[in-house]
C-alpha cells in the first residue's frame, strides 16, 4: 500500500506526458506532489519554522547532475525537471520561495505530503504518519488558488 500511491501518480504523470509530449501546446507546467516533485518547498518551509536541516541540502543529493543541492531528493532531475526540459521551460521553481515570476510554472509538491489533510489523522490517532513540515494536496492546491490571480488576465474561471 505504501508503494502503491507513488506507483499511480508516476503511471498517472508518465500517460500526461505522452499527451503533452504530442501537443506541445503548454507554456508553463504546474506541479503538485510530495519528494517526487518538490524542488525545494520542504526546505522553505523547515526555514520559515527554524526546523532542523533538511537532507536534500547535503550531498549525496544532487551531486551527479546539478554538482551541488538544489533541494531535489534525487541525484539528479526530477521528471518533472525532464517536462520542462522536453518544452523548453525553466525548472519550476519552488512556490513557497516566492522568488521570480511563476508565469511559466511553479511547484507545490513538498516532501512527505499527503493526499489526505492533518485533520483526517489526528482524527483517526495516526498522528506518528504526518511530518510537521509536511502539508496536504489541500494546502496546495489553496497555494495555487492564491497564485492565480497573477497569472490570469480576467476574473473568468477563478
Known amino acids: 500500500m505504501k508503494h502503491t500511491i507513488p506507483f499511480i501518480l508516476s503511471l498517472f504523470l508518465f500517460l500526461l506526458s505522452i499527451q503533452l509530449i504530442l501537443s506541445h501546446a503548454f507554456d508553463s507546467i504546474f506541479s503538485f506532489g510530495d519528494s517526487y516533485t518538490d524542488t525545494g518547498n520542504l526546505n522553505v518551509l523547515a526555514?520559515?519554522?527554524k526546523s532542523s536541516p533538511v537532507l536534500s541540502d547535503n550531498l549525496p543529493y544532487e551531486q551527479t547532475f546539478f554538482h551541488r543541492p538544489s533541494h531535489r531528493f534525487s541525484?539528479?532531475?526530477l521528471i518533472v525537471n525532464f517536462f520542462a526540459e522536453e518544452?523548453?521551460?525553466p525548472y519550476l521553481k519552488p512556490y513557497l520561495g516566492k522568488n521570480g515570476s511563476f508565469r511559466q510554472g511553479a511547484n507545490f509538491a513538498v516532501e512527505g505530503a499527503t493526499a489526505l489533510d492533518p485533520t483526517f489523522f489526528k482524527k483517526h490517532n495516526l498522528t506518528s504518519y504526518v511530518d510537521p513540515l509536511s502539508t496536504s494536496l489541500s494546502s496546495q492546491l489553496q497555494w495555487f488558488k492564491e497564485l492565480k490571480p497573477s497569472l490570469c488576465q480576467t476574473t473568468?474561471?477563478?
Open 47 to 49: 526555514k520559515k519554522l
Open 156 to 158: 473568468k474561471g477563478l
Open 75 to 77: 541525484d539528479g532531475r
Open 87 to 89: 518544452f523548453g521551460l
